[in-house]
């Protein structure tokens, strides 16, 4: 009888552990619409058969997507698909005014264009580039899978279980913001995304 209650309260404990792992996750897009971000720009954001879609309006402009919150140390996994140019990223402890953004840039762009890599816009520019042999990890045109990883001064990138790119930085350290989705100017860029969930660590 004591066997059994051990291993019932082993179950108990194991249940409750799963299900505080999951209540501190959060999840930014939930398939419908664009609660919780806020669109900076002309550029277009839409919802569509339960896809976030990122694309080029008329004025071919830098478009940002930026979540109502700040986030400072956390784990986000997402999932992106790109078509035509699908040059975007995913910003990190960033702000916005206007369409001028201040902060890191993890990089989702074509074949060949570092995908994975940290940019800092209208600061010192490229910080680290993956290693280009990890650009194979990029399954250009189909659902490709993202990590990014934001603790303290660390950051470090994943795509499709690779890891791209581990970068400390002290300037990224003291930064704060939020996440924010982009579309490069230019025009021509059209990106899908989707089961976009952050932890907080």
Not at 2 to 11: A, E, L
Not at 58 to 76: A, C, N, Q, S, V
Not at 157 to 167: A, I, K, P, Q, Y
């Amino acid at each position: 009888m004591r066997k059994v209650w051990k291993f019932g309260m082993m179950i108990l404990l194991t249940a409750s552990f799963l299900s505080c792992k999951q209540d501190n996750e959060i999840s930014l897009f939930n398939g419908k619409d664009l609660s919780g971000w806020i669109v900076y720009g002309t550029e277009k954001w839409y919802v569509e058969d339960g896809l976030l879609v990122s694309e080029s309006g008329p004025d071919k402009e830098y478009g940002y997507l930026g979540t109502d919150r700040h986030f400072k140390d956390f784990e986000i996994n997402l999932e992106f698909k790109q078509e035509a140019d699908g040059n975007s990223g995913v910003f990190i402890r960033s702000t916005v005014d206007g369409t001028k953004v201040s902060g890191w840039q993890v990089e989702v762009a074509p074949p060949g264009h570092d995908t994975g890599g940290i940019y800092e816009s209208y600061g010192r520019g490229w910080l680290i580039k993956p290693d280009p042999e990890k650009d194979k990890a990029l399954k250009y045109g189909d659902w490709n899978q993202m990590k990014i990883i934001v603790k303290g001064d660390r950051v470090q990138s994943f795509l499709n279980g690779v890891e791209m790119v581990d970068f400390s930085d002290e300037k990224i350290g003291q930064g704060e913001g939020g996440v924010l989705l982009q579309i490069h100017d230019g025009g021509g860029i059209k990106v899908y995304w989707r089961n976009i969930v952050i932890k907080p660590l």
